[in-house]
């Protein structure tokens, strides 16, 4: 099983630049998260889907979109990247929302570098 | 706002030790609390979740603890493996199950 899926795995951008980050997930798992990694901090949430259709903030949403495609796609977009965006973004699911007890599966990260 | 802590930051032991990992948090009000492991370059893979209810979960040579009222966890490792060589994250999920407060993780080395 292929889990949660994340491209690109690595992408370099310029100050200014948008890009957007995909991911997907062959779980059948209703709810979707955004993540990101900088050394010295845990993970924080970006921005999380509970259900397809629905989507509400984190804790750093500010610089950052999302849209929930459908329910296995869940994708982040950066509108005007700055080098603060600088980060590993990680991509979760799990088969419930926040009120749930199951695990959270995760993708292998998308490691960007804003320039 | 609830706050993660992982101590120490790395340890190395050698290989056939047995280990613990430490978890502590600031706010008992919590929902779950999970143990993740992340080797270098991949995302987190889920290997305990202990219900506020719950007092341990075990899965294999793994077994974890929750004192809420102390703000703590443990992960045991038994008999330890260079395969186990990681870093190891706690997360806990706050009494309104809005998010998940992730701690900074230990580094561990099993050495031969």
């Known amino acids: 099983n292929a889990g949660v899926t994340q491209t690109p795995k690595f992408q370099v951008l310029k100050t200014g630049q948008s890009m957007t980050l995909q991911c997907a997930q062959d779980m059948n798992h209703n709810s979707m998260y955004w993540y990101r990694q900088d050394p010295g901090m845990g993970l924080r949430l970006i921005y999380y889907s509970a259900s397809e259709g629905t989507t509400d903030k984190g804790e750093v949403p500010n610089g950052y979109n999302v849209s929930r495609l459908n329910k296995r796609e869940f994708s982040l977009r950066l509108e005007s990247a700055a080098p603060s965006q600088t980060s590993v973004y990680f991509c979760?699911?799990?088969?419930?929302?926040?009120?749930?007890?199951?695990?959270?599966?995760f993708g292998d990260g998308t490691r960007l570098s804003i320039l | 706002k609830q706050e993660v802590t992982q101590i120490p930051a790395a340890l190395s032991v050698p290989e056939g030790e047995n280990l613990v990992l430490n978890c502590s948090f600031t706010d008992s009000a919590i929902y779950n609390l999970q143990w993740f492991r992340q080797d270098p370059g991949k995302g987190l893979t889920s290997l305990l979740l202990?219900?506020?209810?719950?007092r341990e979960q075990t899965s294999g040579r793994l077994n974890a603890s929750l004192d809420k009222s102390s703000g703590r966890s443990t992960l045991y490792i038994a008999a330890s493996q260079p395969g186990d060589s990681a870093t190891y994250l706690c997360?806990?999920?706050?009494?309104?199950?809005?998010?998940?407060?992730f701690g900074t993780g230990t580094r561990l080395q099993v050495t031969l």
């Open positions: 997360a806990v999920k706050d009494g309104t199950a809005s998010k998940l407060t």
């Open positions: 202990i219900q506020s209810s719950q």
């Open positions: 979760a699911s799990s088969e419930l929302g926040l009120w749930g007890n199951q695990p959270q599966h």
